[in-house]
């Protein structure tokens, strides 16, 4: 099955002007490394299913800040066990649907950041039976025309070359840059048609792109071929 990501290349003058300022209820704090000696977090594995608010002290994670490792690390104990199976969780990981303001034109499917992927509720009948992804309504103030869902996907697969970086040993950092589109590959991907390989790039399946074509066009939303094996189309069973 062969891989795709999304990008928004909206035209000018595109009728799609929706803009929104995003957060959520929770959040880890990001984190001031000793050992790599770098303050870094945030940027994509995050999970709107996941609710703290039955969690005893989840206001520890009400406020965005940075804090050194060991702070960290018991705060990232903590909420382990309230985050899904295959989780990864690190500095500045955010929990809880997507809040905030929304306001302007939303098209059926939305590209943010590019690694949170949001549709229109209508759209997310095309994706019945597919996996991989979990839909979040969000939970925008004055919301009207911005009824989003978020898709929340977990890691799977990985960037071709990233293995050759050596993380932090302490924090987990990593000083591998992604490659520019068209020259990203993706490995290693579970059989599922949406995954994280890293934290800021979702992928999404040739199932995928085929069942929204039509909204993805509407939506001057591309694919981009980031791999994979045969397309299933071309390997159909003999007979
Ligand atoms: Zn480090």
Do not use: N
């Amino acid at each position: 099955m062969r891989y795709y990501t999304l990008r928004e290349e909206l035209s000018a003058g595109s009728r799609w002007t929706g803009g929104y300022d995003l957060g959520r209820q929770w959040q880890l704090p990001g984190v001031e490394c000793s050992t790599c000696g770098v303050a870094w977090g945030g940027g994509g594995y995050d999970y709107p299913t996941v609710d703290l608010s039955g969690l005893a002290g989840s206001e520890d994670y009400e406020r965005p800040r940075c804090v050194p490792w060991p702070e960290f690390s018991v705060l990232r104990e903590r909420v382990l066990p309230w985050v899904p199976p295959g989780a990864l969780v690190g500095p500045g990981a955010g929990f809880g649907p997507l809040t905030g303001r929304a306001r302007g034109r939303f098209a059926p499917v939305v590209i943010h950041m590019p690694w949170i992927l949001l549709l229109r509720p209508e759209v997310m009948s095309r994706l019945e039976g597919l996996t991989g992804a979990v839909p979040v309504p969000t939970r925008f103030k004055r919301a009207r025309g911005a009824e989003l869902v978020e898709l929340e996907v977990l890691p799977g697969g990985r960037i071709a070359g990233a293995e050759a970086h050596k993380p932090c040993e302490t924090c987990g950092r990593t000083t591998f840059v992604r490659p520019p589109l068209g020259k990203l590959r993706v490995a290693d991907v579970p059989p599922v048609d949406f995954a994280r390989p890293s934290a800021s790039l979702v992928i999404c399946s040739e199932r995928v792109i085929d069942r929204l074509a039509r909204e993805l066009s509407e939506s001057e939303v591309v694919a981009v071929d980031v791999g994979g094996g045969p397309s299933e189309s071309a390997t159909g069973q003999p007979g």
